[in-house]
């Protein structure tokens, strides 16, 4: 039997250790955190994690630097923090790439599904089929009529296999079952430097990097992904009313830490993300770029791991159809 004074010292040494726990946790973060973006500086997936690492700093009093790791479609940043220190102060945001990279590599530097942690959805940003200023064709009939016939002169730029841009120009080429040559980047910034520059024809990329472009009337803008025409995109047409039926796609992003990062430090952090994505700033920002913040719900980690396995199963058939993969 236990004597009175051992079983008063365990329960000293307990309360010991809660208090280290819970003093762990009330200290984190004690400094500046990195937010990997596997792609450019400049391009859409930076622009979405900027705004939302700039809100998550004033609410955790540290710094959420951007550290831009663009390569290989988005698996390069990944791998980076796959094996990254899982203390909570290196974490991951990147998109749909996420999913359809697990089935589009053949091999990849970590296993998707059991690399990291889930913090929480950010948004789910449209796509636009773009062109060069003074690229031909005039609508999306005209379009698909001119690619057809100079399917070996067009070219379609985009961020490298696994980027949403490849995922969308994969599926522009396989509605209109004609293959195009395509032009690989490190991130859809300097793609549309490209486009804006006229070395480059078209691109389906996500609104975040192309209302503002499409509003100045610098590039042309033929259809946009979602179900609906956006607020602020209302000249343009739905792919979908465009006659390329089932066209429709949206690029959720999540945020993501190395695999074993404690449960308090990822908890802090996903209630910072849903700060953030209530931030006047943030929701005002993102809707001049034509998309919106998840909801609080989404914003947690239960709601991205259910996203990235649901993601993970739906793109799967469909990259195995088509049969191109990337070693
Ligand atoms: N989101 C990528 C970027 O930020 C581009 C892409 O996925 O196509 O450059």
Redesign the pocket.
């Known amino acids: 039997m236990k004597t009175l004074k051992a079983m008063l010292g365990m329960t000293a040494l307990a309360a010991v250790s809660l208090i280290a726990v819970s003093a762990s946790a009330q200290t984190y973060p004690e400094r500046t955190i990195t937010m990997v973006?596997p792609?450019?500086a400049g391009?859409?997936?930076?622009t979405v994690a900027r705004l939302v690492a700039e809100s998550m700093s004033k609410d955790l009093g540290q710094q959420v630097v951007v550290e831009n790791v663009?390569g290989a479609g988005?698996t390069l940043g990944a791998g980076r923090v796959a094996q990254a220190e899982a203390d909570g102060y290196t974490v991951l945001l990147h998109?749909i790439?996420m999913a359809t990279s697990a089935t589009l590599y053949r091999k990849l530097a970590y296993d998707t599904l059991n690399a990291f942690e889930y913090v929480g959805l950010v948004t789910e940003v449209p796509m636009t089929i773009v062109a060069r200023k003074d690229f031909e064709p005039t609508d999306i009939k005209s379009l698909i009529d001119y690619v057809k016939a100079n399917k070996d002169k067009v070219t379609v730029a985009?961020?490298g296999i696994g980027?949403?841009?490849?995922l969308c120009g994969m599926m522009f080429m396989s509605a209109i079952e004609t293959p195009l040559v395509t032009v690989p980047y490190k991130?859809?910034?300097p793609?549309m430097t490209d486009l804006l520059g006229g070395q480059v024809d078209i691109m389906c990329?996500?609104t975040t990097?192309t209302t503002k472009q499409i509003k100045g009337g610098t590039i042309k803008a033929y259809a946009v992904t979602s179900p609906e025409r956006l607020p602020v995109l209302p000249d343009v047409p739905t792919a979908i009313e465009s006659g390329l039926a089932d066209f429709q796609v949206g690029?959720w992003h999540g945020v993501y830490a190395p695999k074993g990062t404690p449960t308090e430090a990822v908890e802090r952090l996903s209630k910072s993300l849903q700060v953030a994505l209530k931030d006047e700033n943030v929701v005002a920002r993102f809707a001049e770029l034509g998309t919106e913040p998840s909801s609080q719900e989404d914003a947690t980690p239960a709601a991205l791991k259910a996203k990235l396995e649901s993601e993970i199963a739906r793109w799967k058939p469909v990259i195995e159809a088509a049969g191109q993969y990337a070693d």
């Open positions: 973006v792609f450019s391009g859409p997936t930076d663009g988005g998109h790439g985009n961020a980027a949403a841009s490849h991130g859809t910034g793609a990329d996500q990097n690029i």
